[in-house]
Protein backbone atom coordinates (compact mmCIF):
# COMPACT_ATOMS: atom_id res chain seq x y z
CA UNK A 1 0.00 0.00 0.00
CA UNK A 2 3.18 2.08 0.93
CA UNK A 3 3.93 1.86 -2.89
CA UNK A 4 0.36 2.67 -4.16
CA UNK A 5 0.67 5.84 -1.74
CA UNK A 6 3.96 6.96 -2.66
CA UNK A 7 3.06 6.87 -6.28
CA UNK A 8 -0.01 9.06 -5.54
CA UNK A 9 1.86 11.24 -3.78
CA UNK A 10 4.89 12.10 -6.13
CA UNK A 11 3.65 12.07 -9.25
CA UNK A 12 2.70 15.98 -9.47
CA UNK A 13 6.34 16.82 -7.72
CA UNK A 14 7.99 14.82 -10.11
CA UNK A 15 6.24 16.46 -12.98
CA UNK A 16 7.54 19.84 -11.32
CA UNK A 17 11.23 18.57 -11.01
CA UNK A 18 10.64 16.78 -14.52
CA UNK A 19 9.38 20.85 -15.72
CA UNK A 20 12.01 22.73 -13.94
CA UNK A 21 15.38 20.96 -15.40
CA UNK A 22 13.87 20.32 -18.81
CA UNK A 23 14.02 22.53 -22.03
CA UNK A 24 11.27 25.08 -21.54
CA UNK A 25 10.26 24.76 -25.24
CA UNK A 26 8.43 22.47 -24.88
CA UNK A 27 6.45 23.65 -22.63
CA UNK A 28 5.92 26.69 -25.30
CA UNK A 29 5.43 24.15 -28.02
CA UNK A 30 1.58 24.75 -28.45
CA UNK A 31 1.09 21.57 -30.47
CA UNK A 32 2.36 19.45 -28.05
CA UNK A 33 0.58 21.03 -25.37
CA UNK A 34 -2.76 20.69 -26.59
CA UNK A 35 -2.18 16.58 -27.25
CA UNK A 36 -1.38 16.55 -24.04
CA UNK A 37 -4.44 17.69 -22.75
CA UNK A 38 -6.15 15.45 -24.70
CA UNK A 39 -4.71 12.51 -23.45
CA UNK A 40 -5.14 13.38 -19.49
CA UNK A 41 -8.77 14.23 -20.95
CA UNK A 42 -9.14 10.74 -22.24
CA UNK A 43 -7.09 8.84 -19.54
CA UNK A 44 -8.81 10.39 -16.38
CA UNK A 45 -7.96 8.72 -12.63
CA UNK A 46 -11.90 7.38 -12.07
CA UNK A 47 -13.41 6.95 -8.22
CA UNK A 48 -16.23 4.56 -7.36
CA UNK A 49 -17.58 5.06 -3.90
CA UNK A 50 -19.76 2.22 -2.89
CA UNK A 51 -21.81 1.47 -0.01
CA UNK A 52 -18.75 -0.52 1.45
CA UNK A 53 -15.75 -0.24 -1.17
CA UNK A 54 -14.10 2.36 -3.03
CA UNK A 55 -13.01 1.39 -6.48
CA UNK A 56 -9.92 3.82 -7.88
CA UNK A 57 -9.23 3.82 -11.48
CA UNK A 58 -5.84 5.30 -12.59
CA UNK A 59 -4.93 5.64 -16.39
CA UNK A 60 -2.43 3.57 -17.97
CA UNK A 61 -0.06 6.54 -18.54
CA UNK A 62 0.94 7.12 -14.89
CA UNK A 63 2.42 3.07 -14.95
CA UNK A 64 4.81 4.41 -17.71
CA UNK A 65 8.39 2.75 -16.73
CA UNK A 66 6.77 0.78 -13.77
CA UNK A 67 6.10 -3.03 -13.62
CA UNK A 68 2.43 -2.68 -12.88
CA UNK A 69 2.31 -6.74 -12.51
CA UNK A 70 4.69 -5.94 -9.13
CA UNK A 71 2.79 -2.71 -8.54
CA UNK A 72 -0.52 -4.87 -8.02
CA UNK A 73 1.32 -7.66 -6.06
CA UNK A 74 2.52 -5.01 -3.70
CA UNK A 75 -0.81 -3.76 -3.31
CA UNK A 76 -2.17 -6.70 -2.96
CA UNK A 77 -0.26 -8.09 -0.15
CA UNK A 78 -2.46 -5.09 1.74
CA UNK A 79 -5.28 -6.27 1.72
CA UNK A 80 -6.40 -3.99 -2.16
CA UNK A 81 -7.57 -5.90 -4.90
CA UNK A 82 -6.10 -4.38 -7.88
CA UNK A 83 -7.00 -6.00 -11.86
CA UNK A 84 -5.37 -4.50 -14.77
CA UNK A 85 -7.30 -3.93 -17.50
CA UNK A 86 -7.38 -4.27 -21.50
CA UNK A 87 -6.45 -0.69 -22.04
CA UNK A 88 -3.65 -0.75 -19.40
CA UNK A 89 -5.21 1.15 -16.58
CA UNK A 90 -5.71 -0.44 -13.26
CA UNK A 91 -8.68 -0.52 -11.14
CA UNK A 92 -7.71 -1.56 -7.35
CA UNK A 93 -10.81 -1.79 -4.91
CA UNK A 94 -10.40 -1.61 -1.38
CA UNK A 95 -12.55 -1.26 1.78
CA UNK A 96 -13.89 2.67 2.73
CA UNK A 97 -11.39 1.92 6.15
CA UNK A 98 -8.57 1.15 3.30
CA UNK A 99 -9.27 4.35 1.41
CA UNK A 100 -9.85 7.23 4.21
CA UNK A 101 -5.96 5.85 5.12
CA UNK A 102 -4.68 6.00 1.74
CA UNK A 103 -6.18 9.34 1.54
CA UNK A 104 -4.33 10.47 4.92
CA UNK A 105 -1.37 8.87 3.64
CA UNK A 106 -1.80 11.24 0.17
CA UNK A 107 -2.28 14.24 2.48
CA UNK A 108 0.73 13.59 4.68
CA UNK A 109 2.61 13.54 1.67
CA UNK A 110 1.43 16.16 -0.10
CA UNK A 111 1.90 18.14 3.53
CA UNK A 112 5.66 17.10 3.80
CA UNK A 113 6.27 17.97 -0.22
CA UNK A 114 5.16 21.55 0.76
CA UNK A 115 7.44 21.86 3.39
CA UNK A 116 10.49 20.54 1.39
CA UNK A 117 9.58 23.07 -1.26
CA UNK A 118 9.77 25.87 1.38
CA UNK A 119 12.82 24.43 2.69
CA UNK A 120 14.44 23.93 -0.62
CA UNK A 121 17.56 26.43 -1.30
CA UNK A 122 16.37 26.14 -5.53
CA UNK A 123 12.83 27.99 -4.66
CA UNK A 124 14.46 30.51 -3.14
CA UNK A 125 11.62 33.15 -3.38
CA UNK A 126 9.43 31.26 -1.15
CA UNK A 127 8.96 32.40 2.37
CA UNK A 128 5.52 30.33 3.11
CA UNK A 129 2.86 28.45 1.83
CA UNK A 130 -0.67 27.82 3.21
CA UNK A 131 -3.05 25.78 2.13
CA UNK A 132 -6.68 24.54 2.99
CA UNK A 133 -8.04 20.89 4.20
CA UNK A 134 -9.22 19.73 0.50
CA UNK A 135 -5.87 21.44 -0.79
CA UNK A 136 -8.09 23.26 -3.47
CA UNK A 137 -6.21 26.48 -2.03
CA UNK A 138 -3.03 27.89 -1.64
CA UNK A 139 -1.75 30.91 -0.58
CA UNK A 140 2.51 31.63 -1.67
CA UNK A 141 3.92 33.87 0.23
CA UNK A 142 7.25 34.96 -1.90
CA UNK A 143 9.75 37.86 -2.33
CA UNK A 144 8.08 39.42 -5.67
CA UNK A 145 11.28 40.79 -7.49
CA UNK A 146 13.16 37.36 -6.67
CA UNK A 147 10.24 35.50 -7.76
CA UNK A 148 9.68 36.86 -10.95
CA UNK A 149 13.45 36.47 -11.55
CA UNK A 150 13.46 32.77 -10.74
CA UNK A 151 11.77 29.62 -11.97
CA UNK A 152 10.13 29.29 -8.53
CA UNK A 153 6.78 29.84 -10.67
CA UNK A 154 7.22 25.96 -10.97
CA UNK A 155 6.05 25.28 -7.68
CA UNK A 156 3.12 26.99 -8.63
CA UNK A 157 2.57 23.91 -11.26
CA UNK A 158 3.56 21.76 -8.56
CA UNK A 159 1.05 22.67 -5.87
CA UNK A 160 -1.94 22.58 -8.44
CA UNK A 161 -1.09 19.16 -10.08
CA UNK A 162 -1.03 17.57 -6.22
CA UNK A 163 -4.46 19.71 -5.21
CA UNK A 164 -5.94 18.46 -8.33
CA UNK A 165 -5.00 14.44 -7.63
CA UNK A 166 -5.99 14.81 -3.93
CA UNK A 167 -9.58 16.05 -4.95
CA UNK A 168 -9.73 13.28 -7.19
CA UNK A 169 -8.56 10.14 -5.51
CA UNK A 170 -11.27 11.38 -2.94
CA UNK A 171 -13.96 11.31 -5.50
CA UNK A 172 -14.63 14.93 -6.60
CA UNK A 173 -16.49 15.04 -10.11
CA UNK A 174 -13.46 15.64 -13.02
CA UNK A 175 -16.30 18.44 -14.00
CA UNK A 176 -16.22 20.41 -10.50
CA UNK A 177 -13.00 20.21 -8.96
CA UNK A 178 -10.97 23.31 -8.93
CA UNK A 179 -7.45 24.22 -7.26
CA UNK A 180 -6.94 27.83 -6.46
CA UNK A 181 -2.80 29.52 -6.22
CA UNK A 182 -2.61 32.91 -4.96
CA UNK A 183 0.89 34.14 -5.08
CA UNK A 184 1.78 36.82 -2.51
CA UNK A 185 4.24 39.65 -2.16
CA UNK A 186 5.64 39.22 1.19
CA UNK A 187 6.24 43.32 1.57
CA UNK A 188 2.66 44.57 0.57
CA UNK A 189 0.36 41.68 1.15
CA UNK A 190 -0.97 42.07 -2.16
CA UNK A 191 -1.76 38.95 -4.46
CA UNK A 192 0.05 39.66 -8.17
CA UNK A 193 -0.38 36.55 -9.56
CA UNK A 194 -3.49 34.06 -9.23
CA UNK A 195 -3.97 30.67 -11.24
CA UNK A 196 -6.77 28.20 -11.00
CA UNK A 197 -6.28 24.49 -11.95
CA UNK A 198 -7.30 22.72 -14.61
CA UNK A 199 -9.09 25.95 -16.49
CA UNK A 200 -5.46 27.61 -16.52
CA UNK A 201 -3.52 23.97 -18.12
CA UNK A 202 -6.20 24.62 -20.68
CA UNK A 203 -5.04 28.18 -21.80
Given at each position: MKKFIL?????????????STSDTSK???????EATDQEQ??????VDKGLLNVEVTLPASMFE??????????????GVKA????????????????????????????????????????????????YNKSFSE?????????YENSMDSFVVFGLGLSGMYYQLFNGADSEDYRVKIMVKDQ?????????VYPDDLEE
Amino acid sequence: MKKFILMMTVLSFTLLTGCSTSDTSKAADKENSEATDQEQTNEAVEVDKGLLNVEVTLPASMFEGEDVDASIAEVEKEGVKATKNEDGSVTYKMSKSKHKDMMKELETGIIESVEDMKNNEDFVSIQEIKYNKSFSEFTMVVDQATYENSMDSFVVFGLGLSGMYYQLFNGADSEDYRVKIMVKDQATGEVFEEVVYPDDLEE
